[in-house]
């Protein structure tokens, strides 16, 4: 592969289609990110409109798309993409546990929606799990453990087919080893550098700081609460068998997203979007609870109804209406992103096009604005500063890459946790290689933090 990446291919695919439609730009991207979040609130519209009306399914939608800014703060993450997957396997879910036929079939679509989802981000496939899970329980409980096992099957081959096909496209472009080392092998290994008690970390995400200041958190929460007491409920006023199987779904999930979340080392805010189905469904679950005390033929019953869910969407929205225009019209408020930008000038100013640029970290936003390509396919270093995952040959190839193809500039983003030039692996030839590179640069400029290194002039 041409360039090393964890990210799982679909990642890659949708990126392309963006840029091709954006010209280049990053534009074109951005438009697809905003028909996924479009798609995401209409096929949850749909969803919560199926058990509790227009009204709530309103208001719901209001409510969790105006709570997002905390935890999708300026966007382009991964999980932007899995949102609509997630509703709509959630959505189809609904529909194949009222139907008796076709349940292979059925839960075939809904397995297609999970391995679309695992190439896209792995990490986001807890709804699955959770129809899983569901399945076998249920199957056991109520001793229709065979009809259940046709839906698993159809869960597994949809899912699996996704997988395979995927994996024998790059078998047939000689690239397989490089597709499972970096989008199995190294996430794995990710996953598995936690160095923090696991139950605390649970613990701690009962009372996430990303979202204990989002009312649609408690919102669904409490929601949830409910709607797990009255799935226990069997009297006349008990709720529809179907609606409490997804209840029951939904509630399995959040206990899966708390793991998956809590599995990394590192936990970030954008992770929580795997949150944003179940807890829009819950929070449409408490509200209709609510509406339903102003139901009713009276005018004044309607007009209470009204003003109410008024009034709810004004509480949860003025707090992140101000927050919606600052990540809209200032998009680089973070201090890494404002010295991004000087870098991206910096390099636009004092190097060709056809000249090549390192970055030491993850920045690979300026070799993406400026158009500068990286001498080797190690684009960000993850791979070679990671113990335990990193290999001798990989850090021989990139040091090799660098002697060879000398980019013009190498420039250190100053990570505490990326040294510059330390590697997780070591050795005589390693050490023997970086001094023969380093020595080609001398330091040039810093730039808020930054330190710039120009390839010597041979003359």
């Not at 449409?284 to 009204?306: A, H, N, W, Y």
């Not at 640069?441 to 003359?459: A, K, Q, T």
């Amino acid at each position: 592969m041409a360039v090393w990446d964890h990210k799982p291919p679909m990642v890659f695919l949708i990126n392309a289609i963006g840029l091709k439609l954006g010209g280049g730009s990053y534009w074109g991207v951005w438009a697809i990110k905003v028909i996924s979040l479009a798609l995401s609130i209409y096929i949850i519209f749909l969803l919560l409109e199926k058990y509790f009306g227009p009204l709530t399914a309103i208001i719901t939608n209001i409510v969790w798309v105006v709570n997002l800014p905390p935890i999708l703060r300026l966007g382009n993450f991964t999980t932007e993409y899995t949102i609509p997957l997630q509703a709509m396997a959630l959505f189809l879910t609904s529909i194949a546990i009222e139907k008796s036929n076709k349940h292979f079939l059925r839960f075939f679509v809904i397995g297609l929606l999970g391995g679309l989802t695992f190439m896209t981000k792995q990490s986001a496939i807890g709804l699955w799990l959770a129809i899983g899970i569901f399945l076998v329980v249920e199957g056991i409980v109520k001793k229709t453990l065979i009809p259940n096992l046709s839906k698993l099957a159809g869960i597994a081959v949809g899912a699996l087919s996704v997988i395979l096909l995927t994996a024998t496209f790059f078998a047939s472009q000689g690239a397989f080893a490089d597709f499972f080392d970096q989008t199995i092998k190294f996430n794995f290994f990710y996953v598995q550098r936690n160095y923090v008690d696991m139950f605390n970390r649970i613990l701690a995400l009962l009372n996430p700081k990303e979202l204990r200041v989002l009312p649609v958190f408690y919102m669904a929460g409490l929601g949830a609460i409910i709607g797990l007491s009255k799935s226990l409920e069997k009297t006349k006023f008990s709720l529809p068998a179907n609606l409490k199987k997804l209840i029951m779904i939904a509630a399995i999930d959040i206990l899966i997203e708390i793991l998956l979340v809590n599995m990394p080392y590192t936990t970030y805010s954008h992770y929580l979007l795997t949150f944003c189905v179940t807890m829009a469904f819950f929070t449409g679950f408490l509200l209709s609870i609510f509406f339903e005390t102003f139901s009713g033929e009276d005018k004044l019953k309607t007009v209470q109804q009204s003003l109410t869910a008024i009034l709810i969407v004004l509480f949860v929205s003025f707090p992140y209406l101000e927050r919606w225009d600052t990540s809209l019209r200032e998009r680089n408020r973070d201090r890494r992103q404002e010295t991004n930008v000087l870098a991206i000038d910096y390099v636009l100013h004092e190097t060709d096009s056809d000249d090549s640029i390192l970055i030491w970290g993850a920045e690979t936003a300026v070799n993406f604005y400026t158009k500068r390509t990286s001498p080797t396919r190690y684009v960000y270093q993850y791979p070679l500063t990671s113990p335990g995952y990193t290999s001798r040959t990989q850090v021989i190839e990139f040091l090799s890459d660098l002697k060879e193809n000398s980019p013009e500039l190498i420039i250190d983003s100053n990570r505490s946790d990326m040294p510059f030039f330390v590697f997780a692996e070591d050795s005589d030839e390693i050490e023997l290689l970086r001094k023969e590179v380093l020595r080609n640069y001398s330091e040039e400029i810093e730039i808020d933090g930054w330190i710039v290194y120009r390839l010597n002039n041979p003359g």
